[in-house]
């Protein structure tokens, strides 16, 4: 059984930084794309950043130039650099990467969300 389990939340005053990480584990056989997603109150979920297994990255526009995808393939891991938060970063962020297990069959996982709270 593969699963995802993200770290890192927390409650951050605007202009803050933190870095979320995501743990794939279980019976792997390869990860193609990592990535981060998150959910605002109210609001639908929507992507933040994605890597492929060749560290290429995408980014929404409102996520260029304040935060940083990367992942460790060594230890299964993506990670999200977040920097100069604002209030509207308020929300749950979701890990997702596309794995190949053991049994042959690839699907998309996520994790359960860290929840980043971004208030003063």
């Given at each position: 059984q593969v699963q995802l389990v993200e770290s890192g939340g927390g409650l951050v005053q605007p202009g803050g930084s933190l870095r979320l990480s995501?743990?794939?584990?279980?019976?792997?056989?390869?990860?193609?794309?990592?990535?981060?997603?998150?959910?605002?109150?109210?609001?639908?979920?929507?992507?933040?950043?994605?890597?492929t297994s060749g560290g290429i990255t995408n980014y929404a526009d409102s996520a260029k130039g304040r935060f940083t995808i990367s992942r460790d393939n060594t230890k299964n891991t993506v990670y999200l650099q977040v920097n100069s938060l604002?209030?509207?970063?308020t929300a749950v962020y979701y890990c997702n990467a596309h794995i190949w297990a053991m049994t042959g069959y690839s699907m998309n996982y996520w994790g359960k969300g860290t929840l980043v709270t971004v208030s003063s």
């Open positions: 995501c743990a794939a584990s279980g019976s792997i056989f390869s990860i193609n794309a990592m990535g981060w997603y998150r959910q605002a109150p109210g609001k639908e979920r929507e992507l933040v950043a994605t890597v604002k209030p509207e970063d």
